[in-house]
């Protein structure tokens, strides 16, 4: 009961029959203690099975025939008390548990070769069944700060339940799961804006919905106004290379590689003639060296980018490039 309730056992065992008292609604039953070792806040209440609530509409009638859980417990306690009238005066229980109770425990536990985690004797002790409440409420709420540090300080807070082994693994695949979110972030591709540079607020609303991105700078990638040659850039101080503020530092053409990006028609003539380039750069790099600097940006626009637009958007975008080869300029860093 101590590790379902996280009352300490010293509490649980000078429990009063007025201070355990089922809700209104006969599923939940609540309990007035006292905490020994605490002089602040004296008279704490706390609900049986906060982590798992009652399932709705339960009867305490149902619970009753069981004690496997503690509110069923609780409730059978009570009855009994009822029935025993005043042999007991007002205590729950007919006696309080003591050291030598925890030690036959124990030695149930080592004569059925129950051992611990790490192979050794699994000894009960009464002074750790509320750290491992805590630390079983903090794994099951995934690392949920504000449901162990209700009654303890940060510092008795990191001693005793942050820093458990149990917690352990909750750390390291939060750090594995923030780590692969990040690197999903740096590595998204561009989002492609299908639509005329004259589209209607209508269109666009919708496209910004779609996209989950702002209408202002879907508007502002149809006008040019945020182009960046190949893309329009929805964020050129806020890049998921960068640290906030700082400019984007990567290449030009990794832009077909970012989340940032935003590729209209406008940017589609720019995009074959770069895709030109590189294809004729193949014959004249080695493969190493073409695969390190060009494969992921070559596969995104035959793969992400020219499939998103229409055949008759792509094939105009095509007679765009070839009619003013010598005027949709080529950084010079690619010419060398």
Same mark, same amino acid.
């Given at each position: 009961m101590s590790l379902r309730l996280g009352i300490e056992s010293e509490c649980l065992d000078t429990l009063k029959v007025g201070e355990v008292k089922p809700s209104e609604d006969g599923t939940v039953m609540h309990v007035t203690y006292r905490r020994r070792r605490v002089r602040k806040r004296q008279g704490r209440s706390r609900t049986t099975d906060p982590i798992d609530p009652p399932p709705a509409g339960e009867k305490l009638a149902e619970q009753i025939g069981s004690f496997g859980t503690a509110g069923g417990l609780l409730a059978l306690m009570l009855r009994r008390a009822q029935l025993r009238g005043k042999l007991l005066g007002d205590r729950l229980w007919s006696r309080r548990i003591d050291a030598k109770d925890f030690a036959w425990y124990t030695g149930i536990l080592a004569g059925r070769g129950l051992r611990c985690d790490y192979g050794r004797e699994l000894?009960?002790?009464?002074? #750790?069944?509320?750290?491992?409440?805590?630390?079983?409420?903090?794994?099951?709420?995934?690392?949920?700060?504000?449901?162990?540090?209700?009654?303890?300080?940060?510092?008795?807070?990191?001693?005793?339940? %942050?820093?458990?082994?149990?917690?352990?693994?909750?750390?390291?695949? /939060?750090?594995?799961?923030?780590?692969?979110?990040?690197?999903?972030?740096?590595?998204?591709?561009?989002?492609?804006? %299908?639509?005329?540079?004259?589209?209607?607020?209508?269109?666009?609303?919708?496209?910004?919905?779609?996209?989950?991105?702002?209408?202002?700078?879907?508007?502002?990638?149809?006008?040019?106004?945020? %182009?960046?040659?190949?893309?329009?850039?929805?964020?050129?101080?806020?890049?998921?290379?960068?640290?906030?503020?700082?400019?984007?530092? #990567?290449?030009?053409?990794?832009?077909?590689?970012?989340?940032? /990006?935003?590729?209209?028609?406008?940017?589609?003539?720019?995009?074959?003639?770069?895709?030109?380039? =590189?294809?004729?750069?193949?014959?004249?790099?080695?493969?190493?060296?073409?695969?390190?600097?060009?494969?992921?940006?070559?596969?995104?626009?035959?793969?992400?980018?020219?499939?998103?637009?229409?055949? /008759? =958007?792509?094939?105009? /975008?095509?007679?765009?490039?070839?009619g003013t080869d010598g005027a949709i300029h080529i950084p010079p860093e690619l010419l060398t």
């Open positions: 000894k009960i002790d009464r002074t #750790k069944f509320r750290v491992t409440y805590k630390t079983a409420k903090n794994v099951k709420s995934r690392g949920m700060l504000p449901l162990v540090a209700d009654d303890n300080t940060p510092a008795v807070r990191a001693r005793h339940y %942050d820093g458990s082994e149990r917690m352990k693994p909750l750390y390291e695949q /939060a750090i594995e799961d923030a780590a692969l979110e990040a690197l999903a972030y740096a590595q998204q591709g561009p989002k492609i804006v %299908d639509l005329p540079s004259n589209a209607d607020d209508e269109a666009v609303s919708a496209t910004s919905d779609e996209l989950d991105i702002p209408v202002e700078q879907i508007k502002a990638a149809l006008t040019g106004e945020t %182009d960046v040659w190949l893309s329009s850039c929805r964020d050129f101080y806020n890049s998921p290379f960068d640290a906030p503020g700082r400019p984007c530092s #990567k290449a030009f053409f990794k832009c077909l590689g970012c989340g940032n /990006a935003l590729v209209t028609r406008r940017n589609l003539p720019r995009v074959i003639r770069f895709l030109g380039h =590189i294809e004729e750069k193949r014959a004249e790099m080695s493969e190493l060296d073409w695969r390190l600097k060009f494969s992921k940006t070559h596969a995104s626009i035959l793969t992400e980018i020219l499939p998103r637009f229409p055949p /008759a =958007i792509v094939a105009e /975008a095509r007679i765009v490039a070839q």
